[in-house]
């Protein structure tokens, strides 16, 4: 079965750096585009970053771009977001997502709570 095991949240206080892991299982992760999203109660999902498969190039949406940073372990079939500078308006629930085709994505993890305190 193609799952995705999302770990690594918790509460920090703000300027503070949390590492977000996503173990693959089922599937090999180096073959796909992951996605990093995250949804605060009362608003949207959002896309905060995202790795492809083909050269490991990396996007991140702008309210994150220079505080995070996103890498993979081949070993481990696992994708790894850096939480760095972490400001109260990142505490969020963070999914990692596996990408079928541009911006569309089939399997989720169950997500992995971050909360940043002022």
């Known amino acids: 079965d193609v799952q995705l095991q999302a770990s690594g949240g918790g509460l920090v206080q703000a300027g503070k750096s949390l590492s977000l892991s996503c173990e693959a299982s089922?599937?090999?992760?180096?073959?796909?585009?992951i996605g990093w999203f995250r949804q605060a109660p009362g608003k949207e999902r959002e896309g905060v970053s995202c790795?492809?498969?083909?050269?490991?190039?990396?996007y991140f949406s702008d309210s994150v771009k220079g505080r995070f940073t996103v890498s993979t372990d081949n070993a481990k079939n696992s994708v790894y977001l850096q939480l760095n500078s972490l400001q109260p308006e990142d505490t969020a629930l963070y999914y990692c997502?596996?990408?079928?085709?541009?911006?569309?994505?089939?399997?989720w993890g169950q997500g992995t709570q971050v909360t940043v305190s002022s």
């Open positions: 997502a596996r990408m079928t085709a541009w911006d569309v994505y089939d399997y």
């Open positions: 089922g599937f090999t992760l180096s073959d796909y585009n």
């Open positions: 790795i492809s498969a083909s050269d490991r190039n990396t």
